[in-house]
């Protein structure tokens, strides 16, 4: 019997009940059908025969003799972490140096006051090495000369287990000059500009001299020994100020035996100044007792002068030039006789001198036409 011819009817059954229950799978054309299954086959097939074998293998590979599989892993980390351990190690570690000083000589070269070392030990040991557990090293000079210094390997004290590979610089230069000491003068050198119309009139340092000592060479070769600027920006009044001393090097080449500092005092002044002013008009004053005749008048020649002006720079730059000169005369002066007679100033600034050029000019009288 073919797909196609109907089934054969259940006992019982009647005609429209076996008709509702073929019609529940619809008929499929047969060439459809099997193309439909041909490929939903395939794929899945490719899937099955991709992924099955690899979940078979992998279940049975983790699972079968999980205990000695376990074992083993566990004995394979141990291995790793023992070869590890014991494996070299290279550290770089930077160590201080001391110098201990000899008391008659200085030490003139440059000092190393650290060096490099390379350490080598197992990668354990290196890990658990503290670098500061190295104490500094101390070169004692005291008795050394001057030439090529080594640093000695086994001043550098490890730990068990390390060793020392290098020292970088292995060595340093050492260049020695007696001690002198020399008493020099100090100098104090200035900075800026008192306010206008003032200036520094003198600066005295306290000590005014100071003992140095050092290196040779440096000491012969210095002839004062200068302190940090006074500043004068702004100032118009003295002060008193405390500065500290310029050292060209630093110890031991170069000391200060009595201090650092020294105390300086400033004198402000005014600043004096010169000013010349020309034909100051000379005027005649004649005194009570004086009667001059009619048509008689005095005459002053030259009848002019120069005024200098002597002060502080303030007050003459600020005087207007208006100044007064005049001559007195007197009653014997009426008879005619020329007389040389003195120039006096007045309505000048206080504080403030003149000079007068000529001093004196001659005075007499005559007839008015």
């Not at 074992?71 to 570690?93: Q, R, W, Y």
């Not at 003295?238 to 080449?253: A, G, K, Y």
């Not at 004086?290 to 020649?301: D, W």
């Not at 502080?312 to 207007?320: I, K, M, N, Q, R």
């Amino acid at each position: 019997m073919s797909a196609s011819d109907p089934s054969p009817s259940e006992p019982g059954e009647r005609g429209p009940a076996r008709q509702r229950k073929r019609s529940v799978v619809p008929a499929i054309p047969a060439a459809t059908t099997r193309a439909q299954g041909s490929n939903v086959l395939t794929w899945r097939q490719r899937l099955v025969t991709t992924l099955g074998p690899l979940r078979h293998g992998l279940g049975r590979a983790l699972l079968d003799n999980a205990a000695l599989k376990f074992v083993a892993l566990v004995l394979s980390v141990t291995l790793f972490i023992l070869v590890n351990t014991n494996k070299e190690a290279l550290i770089g570690v930077d160590v201080g140096v001391v110098y201990t000083m000899p008391e008659n000589r200085v030490l003139t070269s440059d000092k190393v006051d650290q060096i490099r070392v390379t350490i080598k030990g197992s990668w354990r040991r290196v890990k658990r090495f503290d670098e500061r557990s190295i104490e500094r090293i101390n070169v004692d000079l005291t008795n050394l000369r001057s030439g090529e210094y080594r640093f000695p390997e086994d001043a550098i004290r490890l730990p068990p287990g390390l060793t020392l590979l290098s020292i970088k610089p292995a060595s340093v230069p050492l260049r020695f000059e007696p001690l002198k000491l020399k008493s020099v003068p100090v100098y104090v050198p200035t900075l800026g500009r008192p306010l206008h119309g003032y200036k520094l009139a003198r600066r005295v340092a306290k000590p005014s001299q100071v003992t140095i000592r050092g290196a040779e060479t440096l000491i012969v070769n210095t002839e004062r020994l200068a302190a940090r600027p006074l500043s004068l920006d702004g100032r118009s009044e003295s002060f008193t100020e405390t500065l500290s001393l310029v050292r060209p090097r630093e110890p031991p080449i170069f000391e200060v035996i009595d201090g650092t500092t020294v105390e300086v005092e400033a004198t402000l002044v005014e600043e004096m100044s010169t000013r010349t002013i020309d034909k100051v008009a000379i005027e005649v004053r004649p005194s009570p007792e004086v009667s001059l005749p009619s048509k008689t008048r005095f005459v002053v020649e030259p009848n002019a002068v120069t005024v200098v002006l002597h002060g502080s720079l303030l007050a003459v730059e600020g005087f207007s030039g208006d100044c007064v000169a005049f001559v007195e005369v007197y009653p014997d002066d009426v008879s005619g006789r020329p007389r040389q007679a003195a120039v006096q100033i007045e309505n000048t600034p206080e504080g403030v001198g003149t000079e007068v050029r000529p001093k004196t000019i001659t005075v007499r009288t005559e007839r008015v036409q």
